[in-house]
């Protein structure tokens, strides 16, 4: 099958429209409606199911899709593997990541890999904890940091622990000096929380029902900048992951201190990799790289018992 045609094919299907992926390939859309015509005529079957939003994927042409990615993928490693030979002088690593890792731990790990490696590029995606293993899944990016309740399947994790949550407030707070909180106790403060479809949120709510208690929160936001706005400006206190929080360079601006509660400490944070997939020689010493600034940052960060 022509390289050409199968790029075509799973630009479409990434973005379920022809005329989308002639946006992204700057290819004229009857090209890719030639070439994807020419799939289906050499196979014999219909690639695509033709709807009035767009266009998904037949059973053959998710079949199809499976071969393409693992086809890209290998080839990316065959370059990879003869860029070896210059060590880590050269390369992109894709990255994917929740907000909560994107904020600061991520920059602050690639920064610090880039003054050993200066010749590597990184592109990183910020998104929603279910994207980002979709996009791991299907060999869009190299690494995903996410949190889930639960091992996500067709993934390989590289790492996995508990991701505690933790009240953030300003740094000159009444509660700030505390060593931990009880819910009762953030309850009773004005909240600023993240939407509940963050697993923050979730943990969050899934707990205070299991203590019984109430929380009516005085701001919501999917913006978590703008969370942190307002606390530090004394608004209220917020929850947020202590790999958002616990680094050097939030210590003059807001306090963390742990939760206390049911469930608490039931969500996961994972690195992720595509199940399969040798990594880059790049990608695999960052994934190395961001695992370690993460138990660095969890030995420094005290447990609610502690």
Not at 16 to 30: H, K, P
Not at 141 to 149: E, K, R
Not at 257 to 267: L, S, Y
Request: aromatic share 6%; proline share 5%; net charge neutral.
């Amino acid at each position: 099958m022509h390289g050409t045609a199968l790029r075509y094919f799973m630009e479409v299907v990434r973005t379920g429209s022809i005329a989308e992926a002639s946006i992204r390939l700057n290819v004229a859309g009857s090209a890719i409606s030639r070439q994807i015509g020419k799939l289906e005529a050499d196979l014999g079957v219909e690639l695509f199911e033709r709807r009035p939003r767009g266009m998904v994927p037949s059973q053959a042409g998710e079949l199809l899709a499976r071969h393409a990615r693992r086809t890209f993928l290998e080839a990316e490693a065959v370059a990879h593997d003869l860029q070896r030979l210059r060590g880590l002088a050269t390369g992109v690593v894709r990255v994917a990541a929740t907000e909560g890792f994107g904020m600061i731990l991520l920059p602050a790990a690639i920064r610090s890999f880039r003054e050993q490696h200066p010749g590597i590029r990184f592109e990183l995606k910020v998104t929603a904890p279910g994207a980002v293993t979709r996009l791991v899944r299907g060999g869009d990016v190299d690494i995903g940091l996410t949190f889930t309740f639960a091992p996500e399947p067709d993934v390989r994790i590289i790492a996995a622990g508990r991701a505690q949550i933790v009240a953030v407030m300003a740094r000159h707070h009444p509660l700030a000096a505390r060593a931990a909180l009880s819910l009762a106790e953030l309850a009773s403060e004005p909240l600023a929380l993240p939407e509940k479809d963050t697993t923050a949120r979730q943990i969050f709510d899934i707990a205070c029902g299991l203590a019984g208690v109430t929380v009516e929160p005085v701001l919501e936001s999917n913006y978590i900048a703008g969370l942190w706005s307002f606390v530090e400006m004394g608004g209220g206190l917020t929850i947020a992951s202590a790999f958002t929080v616990h680094t050097r360079s939030t210590q003059d601006r807001v306090a963390s201190v742990p939760i206390t509660g049911p469930a608490v400490d039931q969500r996961r944070y994972e690195v992720q990799a595509m199940l399969g997939r040798r990594l880059p020689d790049a990608a695999e010493a960052f994934a190395v790289h961001v695992i370690a600034a993460i138990d660095e940052l969890l030995a420094a960060f005290p447990s609610p018992g502690d």
